[in-house]
């Protein structure tokens, strides 16, 4: 016999398999195979080919496995070679165990910490003024920081925004470009740029000095240092502020100075204190991975600031990985162009998991509305994870309507039996008798399965059944006692020499044999389970 392992591609193993059940799903180009209520197999893909748009929601109340359906989407999404971002406001984020696996970044954000500060000022690299989806980007940022009581952002100081912002890139790019040295260089990415001979008095010299280089070496790093050099000189919100309140382009009347000044003072709130670090400066964020999780948890009691963050980041994954053609840096030759037309046909899978934390957010979800919509243009897939259909219906009503792809975990039980959230799905998707009896119907069993409705269009529509098994309940798990037990024994491994990848796979696999139904409510001990890793040869 030959025990020489070999690889089955998912559409193959289809053809084997009779469709039993209601819902077909995308079994031409499967990404994740799942199981129906008819012991069949169906499968569903993030980037089909069949649907026009890709925007997904992820509706269900905590601990109704809709976290794990989300990782199970990335996980199937990981066979297109994609960009994935993932943008969790959880307290206890389930995301990290994915993230390592495929080898990315999990970036936790805090208070007073400047490592993951990202401008809201950046630009592409070669652009000095905002255009396109920075010009959206920079006023959902304004219209977040200066909304008050629900009201947006009047036309009065909408004009003197934008006339703030073209003399605050103009003063940046033009007359007063940075001086080197002029802000502190946190990590070791901006002090290469500096690392080259001949030395520059400006941030813009060694910019174009990179583009130069890029364009004749073509060379991705130049390319990145250019980017580099870049951020340290694009203005920040202190040289924002002071263009507000002292330039007289700006300043041209009584009234005008008046209305800058409330601007000035707004906007100085979110310069000084705890936040500063995360809004106030030049981009220290980087990331060299194509999958990471930025997680918010820690300041998510702060919703302005949640909001803030949530944009900005957007904003960065958006720049790195979404090239429209009228945004294409203007330095760029026929010649060096063609990895960037790659990067541009890439599926891109963005995700921002516990919505409900910015309830009816309506800058946000402009913004979101917009993105859902460019899939054929952008190849992005942006989904939405949240608790209740209601978190989004008024002011996401355009996003819902977006959405091609819609999940709803179970939303009544025993202990919850109220009918409200079901009446209000039906309602505001206009839905059939059919779909709820399927919505009342759902089953939930934790750590063993979950019983979604999904409502994919051009493809169909049925319930999931999303079963979990040992491994899959360890990778994904947000109880604390599991999480800790599961990091601890991962740092652990960590400590001796086991890179980060194979620690989490370790500890998860190790963890899944000792405990296969999970260890809530049992005594686990750390030095017994890393006994065991030694002993069965977990590592070897």
Not at 80 to 86: A, M, N, Q, S
Not at 91 to 119: H, K, L, M, T, W
Not at 313 to 328: I, N, Q, S
Not at 408 to 436: A, K, Y
Request: glycine letters at 6%; aromatic letters at 10%.
């Amino acid at each position: 016999r030959n025990f020489d392992p070999h690889i089955v591609f998912g559409h193959d193993i289809l053809k084997f398999v009779p469709l039993r059940g209601m819902y077909r799903g995308d079994r031409d180009a499967p990404a994740i195979l799942v199981r129906n209520r008819f012991g069949g197999v169906t499968a569903i893909n993030p980037f089909s080919s069949r649907q026009n748009r890709w925007a997904g929601l992820v509706v269900g109340p905590t601990g109704s496995g809709k976290s794990v359906l989300t990782n199970g989407i990335i996980a199937g999404a990981m066979a297109y070679d994609p960009v994935v971002v993932i943008v969790d406001m959880s307290r206890a984020s389930s995301y990290e165990p994915i993230v390592s696996s495929f080898g990315g970044s999990f970036i936790p954000v805090a208070f007073n910490n400047s490592d993951n500060r990202v401008n809201m000022f950046d630009l592409r690299v070669g652009f000095e003024q905002p255009a396109g989806s920075k010009v959206l980007s920079l006023n959902a940022i304004f219209a977040t920081m200066l909304s008050q009581n629900g009201k947006g952002v009047s036309k009065e100081a909408l004009s003197i925004l934008e006339r703030t912002i073209k003399r605050t890139y103009d003063l940046c790019f033009r007359e007063e470009p940075r001086l080197v040295r002029s802000v502190k260089l946190a990590n070791e990415a901006q002090e290469k740029v500096l690392k080259i001979s001949p030395s520059f008095e400006t941030y813009l010299e060694y910019r174009d000095y990179f583009i130069k280089k890029f364009l004749s070496t073509l060379d991705r790093k130049d390319f990145r240092l250019a980017e580099m050099a870049q951020c340290l000189a694009t203005p920040t919100l202190n040289d924002f502020m002071r263009v507000l309140a002292s330039d007289p382009a700006v300043n041209t009347n009584s009234r005008d100075r008046q209305i800058a000044e409330d601007i000035r003072r707004v906007l100085n709130l979110y310069a000084q204190g705890e936040q500063a670090a995360l809004l106030n400066g030049v981009t220290n964020f980087t990331v060299d991975r194509d999958i990471f999780c930025i997680h918010m948890g820690l300041v998510g009691e702060r919703k302005e600031v949640l909001a803030l963050l949530l944009l900005l980041y957007r904003d960065f994954a958006y720049r790195k990985a979404v090239y429209l053609p009228g945004e294409m840096p203007p330095f760029l030759g026929t010649a060096s162009i063609d990895w960037m037309f790659a990067a541009q046909k890439r599926p891109k899978l963005f995700v921002y998991d516990e919505f409900h934390n910015l309830k009816d957010n309506e800058p946000i979800l402009d913004v979101l509305d917009k993105d859902a919509r460019q899939q054929r243009t952008l190849g992005l897939a942006t989904y939405i994870v949240t608790q209740d259909i209601l978190d989004i219906a008024e002011k996401g009503k355009h996003f819902i309507s977006a959405a091609s792809n819609k999940y709803f975990t179970r939303h009544i039980s025993p202990d919850n039996p109220t009918m409200e959230s079901i009446d209000n799905i039906v309602q505001i998707l206009g839905l059939g008798r059919q779909e709820r009896d399927l919505l009342i119907s759902l089953k939930f069993h934790p750590g063993r399965y979950a019983e979604i409705l999904a409502l994919n269009e051009d493809i169909g529509k049925g319930v999931l059944v999303s079963v979990q098994t040992p491994i899959s309940r360890w990778r994904y798990t947000t109880h604390k006692d599991e999480r800790y037990l599961r990091d601890t024994v991962a740092s652990a491994l960590r400590d001796r020499g086991v890179d980060q990848r194979k620690a989490q796979a370790v500890s998860t696999e190790a963890l899944a044999d000792i405990f296969p139904a999970g260890s809530i409510g049992q005594t686990a001990d750390i030095n017994a389970v890393l006994k065991k890793i030694d002993s069965d040869g977990y590592l070897t």
